[in-house]
Antibody, heavy 116, light 107 residues
Framework: EVQLVESGGGLVQPGGCLRL?????????????MSWVRQAPGKGLEWVSV????????YYADSVKGRFNISRDNSKNTLYLQMNSLRAEDTAVYYC?????????WGQGNLVTVSS | DIQLTQSPSFLSASVGDRVTITCRAS??????LAWYQQKPGKAPKFLIY???TLQSGVPSRFSGSGSATEFTLTISSLQPEDLATYYC?????????FGGGTKVEIK
């Protein structure tokens, strides 16, 4: 059974940083690209970033480019999202998802709140 | 970037009604479109890929059609458990983009 479990969210001040993790199990992690998707309170889904199975290719939404960094550790079956220079508009539930290329499995979501 | 426009943004229908949601792409994306269902307080659930192929386990009352720039998601007979917001997503290229969502209410 595929499982994706996010961790690392919480409250952070504007300008601060946070790292999200997503522990994967139930599939060959290194064979699949992985994505982050976020959802601001009461809003729709926003695609954030993707990383290839090897980790050699990454893409970002313009809204986070230069501030967020996606990475993965295939030896630990774990996906990461390093978020720097956080803004109030980054407040959202962040989901990790397995890509094939549609997002066929999603984590439960992790709330990140950027506020002073 | 490819923009996806969903319509309507909200609909209210009765149990047993046929419901259709439209997703229009700002440029052709062949059949590289997926649909998701998000129930209140839950993570999205994957329903359809390649515009019209039902994911395993998804009830057959759900169907998808279309290609290029116009796509539809149809629920042939609306059920109470279909209360949710539905999103389309293009997987033709990066950055991936989602439609704005269609909230389905049961009358």
């Amino acid at each position: 059974e595929v499982q994706l479990v996010e961790s690392g969210g919480g409250l952070v001040q504007p300008g601060g940083c946070l790292r999200l993790s997503c522990a994967a199990s139930g599939f060959t992690f290194s064979s699949y690209a992985m994505s982050w998707v976020r959802q601001a309170p009461g809003k729709g889904l926003e695609w954030v970033s993707v990383i290839s199975g090897s980790g050699g290719s990454t893409y970002y939404a313009d809204s986070v480019k230069g501030r967020f960094n996606i990475s993965r550790d295939n030896s630990k079956n774990t996906l990461y999202l390093q978020m720097n220079s956080l803004r109030a508009e980054d407040t959202a539930v962040y989901y990790c998802a397995k890509e094939s290329p549609q997002l066929d499995y999603w984590g439960q979501g992790n709330l990140v709140t950027v506020s002073s | 970037d490819i923009q996806l426009t969903q319509s309507p943004s909200f609909l209210s229908a009765s149990v047993g009604d046929r419901v259709t949601i439209t997703c229009r792409a700002s440029q052709g994306i062949s059949s590289y479109l997926a649909w998701y269902q998000q129930k209140p307080g839950k993570a999205p659930k994957f329903l359809i890929y390649a515009a019209s192929t039902l994911q395993s386990g998804v009830p057959s009352r759900f169907s998808g059609s279309g290609s290029a720039t116009e796509f539809t998601l149809t629920i042939s007979s609306l059920q109470p458990e279909d209360l949710a917001t539905y999103y389309c997503q293009q997987v033709n290229n990066y950055p991936r983009t989602f439609g704005g969502g269609t909230k389905v209410e049961i009358k």
